[in-house]
């Protein structure tokens, strides 16, 4: 046979496996690479889970259930006390028989208001704690299942992507074969396969710990299985910045704790100037005179008198001073630290938005024109393997940027979600606290959807 025509049949052969290689069918979405369907984790259900089965929710509710029992017991009078005794007096006419009474505490005026108060501040303190928990559990729920979509579309890239280095490395060996190219390309083939295959075992270390975290978190055996995560789609967030930062700062259950924390002090600093004034004891005692067979009664009045308020009140007064300062200057710097992440949550928002749009529209379809261009080029020895290697990682990492920037945008919202105070899509006011209660629902008040 010619060697004009031996060389027409390898190229029209080398051809014909590039083609092959271009109409290879791509895995299904929401199915496995052998087509079968796998079952989808809906968050909201996920969310749901989470409320009812956390431990650390369940014991912030009781944290809360217990703070406000304590409310009615400091606002309640001291228990009476019931008095029994006996009495014998020698006398000219002695004087003998049995006594009985009760006797009741009665705090001064106002104290037991005030007691009150600072309890009722305290316990809807630990009620934005509770709240801040909800909003922080869920948030890290949040991440961790968009962490665990972004490592399933991982894999299934480079899964798929593996499939191309094979036949890319069966293609090398047959033009090695004819002398067409080097032996060189083969053993590059076989390096980015066996680097796929290591980054595959790191995918799937990745996946199981996310899927521990996500039962640790929904207080499940850390073992137990775990399905692929839903599609997600890329929302745009509308809500200018100041508008998030005032949402912060009326509804965050963090500034609210901080806020009711210092509410507290400053009734625990009343309370404390009040205990400068006495406490009343009232005592009725009925006497019985077996002598003479009569009976008689005794009436007292005891004051509790603040002798040592050197020591004592003025001690009071000046701790719960320095500790409403402290609170104020907590809830300052909660406010600080709750505006800085609202900005910086935003503008990692805002970043995503861009990179996925310029992604989506731009780099990968050229990126994947060049491969396709690489593919058919190499196929006739216009281009080198090197080259057809670059468009397909290429290809691979603007694919992975662009699911991870998708990740990244909608972690960044769940981090909003939790320091304003609850979804985004509530709009208009609503009272303080009210945004943890309404934590049912994953939507936002956003327009329009960057879709990959």
């Keep these: ?57 369940k014991a912030a509710r009781q944290r809360w259930e217990a ?32 006594m009985y009474g009760i006797g009741q505490e009665i705090p001064f005026p106002g104290k037991l208001r005030l007691k009150g108060e600072v309890a009722q501040r305290e316990a809807d303190r630990i009620e934005q704690e509770y709240l801040a928990v909800r909003l922080r559990l869920i948030a890290r729920l949040k991440e961790a299942y968009f962490d665990l979509h972004f490592v399933h579309k991982a894999i299934e890239i480079v899964e798929r992507n593996k499939t191309l280095l094979m036949q890319f490395e069966k293609t090398a060996k047959s033009r090695y074969a004819v002398g067409q190219s080097a032996q060189q390309d083969v053993f590059r083939a076989q390096v980015e396969i066996s680097r796929v295959l290591n980054r595959l075992a790191v995918l799937d270390q ?11 978190i929904l207080n499940q055996p850390p073992s137990g ?52 004034y006495p406490d009343f004891d009232v005592s009725a005692l009925g006497l019985r005179n077996d002598r003479i067979n009569e009976n008689g009664y005794q009436v007292m009045l005891g004051i509790r008198i603040p002798l040592y308020y050197t020591t004592k009140q003025r001690q009071a007064v000046r701790q719960a001073l320095a500790e409403t300062t402290e609170a104020k200057e907590s809830l300052t710097n909660a406010r600080q630290d709750l505006l800085f992440r609202v900005k910086d949550d935003f503008v990692q928002a805002q970043r995503a938005e861009r990179l996925v749009t310029i992604l989506r529209d731009a780099i990968i379809p050229q990126a994947t024109l060049a491969l396709r261009a690489s593919q058919s080029s190499y196929g006739v020895g216009k281009v080198d393997f090197l080259t057809l290697l670059n468009s397909l990682l290429t290809l691979q990492e603007s694919e992975l940027e662009l699911h991870g920037e998708m990740v990244a945008h909608e972690k960044a919202l769940a981090r909003l979600e939790e320091v304003t105070g609850g979804p985004l899509t509530i709009s208009g006011s609503f009272p303080p606290g009210a945004g943890g209660r309404m934590l049912g629902g994953a939507e936002r008040t ?7």
């Design 225 to 276: 299985p775990l399905g692929t995560p839903e599609e997600i789609q890329v929302t745009m967030l509308t809500l200018p910045l100041p508008e998030l930062s005032q949402r912060a700062e009326e509804f965050s259950p963090i500034l609210q704790a901080s806020a009711k924390g210092v509410e507290r002090g400053e009734q625990a600093v009343a309370l404390a100037r009040r205990e400068y």
């Design 446 to 452: 956003t327009e329009g959807a960057l879709r990959p």
């Design 206 to 216: 990745q996946k199981e710990s996310l899927h521990a975290a996500i039962n640790r």
């Design 1 to 57: 046979m010619k060697p004009a025509i031996m060389l027409h049949r390898v190229r029209a052969v080398s051809f014909l496996i590039v083609l092959a290689v271009l109409l290879l069918p791509w895995p299904v979405q929401g199915a496995d690479e052998h087509g079968v369907n796998r079952p989808r984790l809906d968050l909201l259900s996920l969310i749901r889970e989470l409320e009812e089965t956390n431990p650390e929710i």
């Design 67 to 98: 703070a406000k029992a304590v409310v009615p017991q400091v606002q309640t009078l001291p228990d009476p006390k019931v008095q029994f005794g006996y009495q014998r007096m020698p006398m000219m006419e002695p004087l003998q028989g049995a």
